[in-house]
């Protein structure tokens, strides 16, 4: 699981602060000292760790409390929120603008992931309606053409590149005037030269040639330390608009990222979460930290949660029991679901709901929830409030658009009468709608 050791020795911490009998000025001071060994022992940067425990130190002795809210309670929404804050308090989207061109660049060293990312971007786009395309402007590193001609093509996706070329300048630039009617051209670059002084030079130099909307850095999640180096490298030499953290799967501390959000003050906006093509996810702070601490049984995240819950519940509940259930009512609550973090910790804390998924069952379930996402944003608001109307050719169209496959859809629209006929036979049963409505295995 992602950063599973930095975040088992914070949540350690954590843990020992919630189970403390009384919480004082030394059992605060105590779990700032074993805050800072797991940051450091992570690989985040020591200036960096002193600055967030000294905000946590202050906020949590110091603060008044909020009134019937307990010390210990504050002082774990202190680690939680300054966190939090730290990498970005919410969600940053890539800012494409529809309906013309916006060229993303790739920086990053060899190796650290920017072929596969660039796919990965490329596909992200694809599944959401928009055009994209990809330029290999590596020329420095043999086989770099042929392996991004091969993700495109793996993709459906439009490649750009020169094999034997010696500019990389002048293939971007090329690159760029091909694509010029897609609307999202991504732009992979070298990662290695025979001095770093000149690849930073071509990096200006490709900048400058092809003016892109973002300059995306890409980090290895497994690097630690060197990534706030690397992360300051390269801003320097480019304005880093955002990073993408790759290779948070596997045990990967995920330090590095930290450190780059501080070397370059740049957002965290994906992280790559596996070798596949579709391993990749926009980066949720809230959702990291709480990962990252373990936050599944505090109860700040059971009351978020809670909230969640009881916001789709009162909106919707007279429409659901009236049986007016649309697919958009659904969409809802996958949306609600997917934001509040990792589907067993939102599932543990569901009344009723809390035997163990096998992991991988989990996956499939989280893969689907996404997948049936992607299906019911590629539909038209008609086809969302009357699924009825759903026949063999809307249900192609749908499935090309949400890059998914026609049994999906069928899938879905399945799984939607399922739970539209269980909504009705619940009727009466309003605490029952509280829980979620429909079957995930
Ligand atoms: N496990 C894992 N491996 C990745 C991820 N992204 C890239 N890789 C692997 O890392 C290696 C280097 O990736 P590549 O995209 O070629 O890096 P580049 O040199 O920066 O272009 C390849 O073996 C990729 O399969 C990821 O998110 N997770
Ligand atoms: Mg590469």
């Not at 000025?25 to 060994?37: G, Y």
């Not at 709901?353 to 992991?359: E, G, N, R, T």
């Not at 859809?409 to 539209?420: M, P």
């Amino acid at each position: 699981m992602v950063l599973e050791k930095l975040g088992s020795s914070l949540y350690d911490a954590i843990r020992k602060v919630l189970r403390a009998p009384v919480v004082d000025r030394e059992l605060v001071k105590e779990l700032i000292r074993d805050f800072q060994r797991a940051l450091l022992q992570a690989d985040v940067n020591v200036q960096l760790v002193m600055e967030l425990s000294q905000n946590i130190e202050k906020k949590a002795l110091d603060e008044e409390l909020p009134p019937g809210i307990s010390r210990r309670e504050h002082v774990v929404k202190v680690v939680y929120d300054e966190l939090t804050r730290f990498v970005g308090e919410r969600p940053q989207a890539l800012d494409i603008r529809p309906g013309r061109q916006n060229v993303l660049m790739l920086v990053g060293i060899q190796g650290s992931g920017k072929t596969t990312q660039a796919a990965k971007l490329a596909r992200y786009f694809q599944k959401r309606g928009l055009k994209p395309a990809l330029i290999c402007a590596d020329t420095f590193r043999p086989g770099a053409y042929d392996q991004l001609r091969q993700l495109a093509e793996s993709i459906n996706v439009d490649f750009y590149g020169e094999p034997d070329a010696k500019d990389p300048v002048a293939v971007a630039g090329h690159g760029v005037k091909e694509f010029r009617d897609h609307e999202v051209v991504i732009l992979d670059t070298s990662g290695r030269h025979k001095e770093e002084k000149a690849l930073i030079l071509e990096m200006q130099q490709i900048a400058e040639a092809v003016a892109p909307q973002e300059i995306i850095l890409v980090l290895d999640g497994t690097i630690g330390q060197q990534a706030a180096s690397q992360a300051a490298a390269f801003n320097e030499a480019t304005e880093i608009g955002s990073i993408i953290v790759a290779k948070l799967d596997g045990s990967a501390r995920g330090g590095g990222a930290l450190s780059g959000v501080a070397a370059t003050g740049a957002p965290v906006k994906f992280i790559g979460t596996g070798e596949k093509i579709e391993d990749l996810e926009p980066f949720v702070p809230g959702r990291f930290i709480g990962r990252l601490l373990g936050m599944g049984d505090i109860e700040s995240l059971v009351a978020k949660v809670k909230e969640a819950d009881i916001e789709v519940t009162e909106k919707d509940v007279t429409a659901l029991l009236s049986g007016k259930f649309s697919l958009a009512d659904m969409y809802q609550q996958f949306e609600a679901m997917r934001s509040m973090g990792p589907l067993q910790k939102v599932l543990s804390m569901i009344p009723g709901f809390s035997y163990q998924l096998p992991d991988s069952e989990l996956e499939l379930a989280e893969e689907r929830l996404d997948r049936w996402k992607y299906i019911i944003e590629s539909m038209t608001p008609e086809e969302r409030e009357d699924p009825k109307i759903l026949n063999a050719s809307r249900m192609r169209r749908i499935a090309r658009g949400s890059g998914t496959d026609e049994s999906d859809v069928r899938e879905l629209i399945k799984q939607y009468n399922a739970t539209r006929k269980m909504l009705r036979q619940l009727k009466g049963r309003r605490r029952m709608l509280r829980r979620m409505p429909f079957k995930l295995g």
